[in-house]
């Protein structure tokens, strides 16, 4: 396996250009979170008035360990479409599409999957990591197993320059990256692209109970979808310094799950080195930064709360976003395949 390639890592988007092409997405396994709103999909707002953007919603991905339950994968599907809507992805300036209506990246997956050995895929973490948290053992689905190279067929479908992703999605790109460096070698082509991350520099917004990274498995999310009064009481049960006992006490911000959040959304960044500097100082209670990450919490996803139930009233309309979508980003993956099945040499009957 290569060594880290830091330059196939980006932080910044200013780094981004007209002419880059980006492809992101997530499985639809249940409603977004905050997390996926710092990791990746304020990125995407952002980003769609500077390039073309695709994103795709991986319901074939999902199933890869959720076959014994498709139902939740595809009641999912409008949820995750709810969600991207609502934080501003726009029907216009993006492609959201739906993976399994696009058959072409199966056909993709196919030959690529003879473009890298079983010891490269069994060594990598990220799956590695994924099949203990899933306790699957022996028994892990072949099809969750291959995912990352599927993956490696979404973005290369659209010679996609740039992924925005978590850090955990970091040996995925590279593995992908090695596939299509691999392709290119074998067939004496240049009909792929690799492509670089963008991963925000600030790392992984943490769950509330402050114990790694937010997640729904770990039962430590605040949903873009959560109301009012759960987005409250998630904040009052925070995780913050438990040796903060009195008000008067010195308290510590590193690893307080509060002043994570309010670096992460609060805009009033001088306020909040204020309230750190007091915090640490002595004298300020949990209750009163909490009571301001609310307010913070509360600006932030109001418009998104608003936005989401404008679009509910209309499921019709919002799956016929996802059907254009679907319509652009084939019509750009299936112009790909031919190219790929040309450098391959794959027999075309006419
Ligand atoms: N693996 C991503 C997740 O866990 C979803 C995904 C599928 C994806 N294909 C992708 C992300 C291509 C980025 C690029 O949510």
């Not at 590695?128 to 190279?149: C, H, M, S």
């Not at 692209?193 to 991963?199: F, N, P, R, V």
């Amino acid at each position: 396996m290569s060594e880290r390639d830091t330059s196939k890592i980006i932080c910044d988007t200013s780094a981004v250009t007209a002419r880059d092409v980006i492809l992101t997405g997530d499985r639809p396994t249940g409603p977004l979170h905050l997390g996926h709103y710092i990791g990746s999909l304020r990125a995407r707002v952002q980003l769609q008035d500077v390039c073309s953007l695709f994103v795709l919603i991986a319901d074939m991905q999902a199933l890869t360990d959720n076959a014994g339950n498709p139902q939740k994968v595809s009641d999912n599907v409008l949820e995750v479409m709810l969600d991207y809507l609502s934080v501003g992805i726009s029907p216009e300036r993006a492609s959201i599409y739906l993976q399994s209506a696009i058959p072409e990246t199966s056909e993709l997956t196919m030959y690529f999957l003879n473009l890298v050995n079983v010891g490269r895929l069994s060594r990598n973490p990220t799956v590695k990591n994924e099949i203990l948290q899933r306790g699957f053992g022996d028994e892990v689905p072949a099809g969750f197993w291959t995912y990352p190279v599927s993956q490696a067929a979404d973005i290369a479908q659209f010679k996609a320059t740039i992924v925005p992703v978590g850090p955990d999605q970091i040996p995925i790109l590279e593995l992908g990256n090695d596939i299509i460096r691999n392709f290119n070698r074998t067939y004496k082509c240049q009909v792929f692209k690799e492509c670089k991350a963008l991963t925000p520099s600030s790392g992984l917004l943490p769950g509330t109970d402050g114990s790694s990274k937010m997640s729904k498995s770990a039962g430590n999310a605040l949903y873009l979808s959560d109301p009012p009064n759960v987005v409250a009481k998630k904040v009052k049960s925070m995780y913050t310094d438990p040796q903060h006992l009195k008000v008067e006490d010195p308290g510590h911000i590193e690893g307080n799950v509060v002043f994570s959040y309010l670096d992460a959304f609060d805009p009033d960044t001088a306020e909040v080195a204020r309230l750190k500097e007091h915090y640490q100082r002595g004298g300020l209670a949990d209750g009163v930064v909490k009571a301001r990450l609310i307010d913070v919490l509360e600006s932030f996803l109001k418009p998104i709360r608003e936005r989401r139930a404008e679009y509910a009233s209309d499921k019709a309309q919002v799956m016929k976003i996802l059907k254009a979508g679907t319509e652009r980003a084939r019509a750009v993956a299936s112009a790909t395949l031919k190219e790929a099945r040309a450098a391959i040499g794959v027999v075309e009957l006419g």
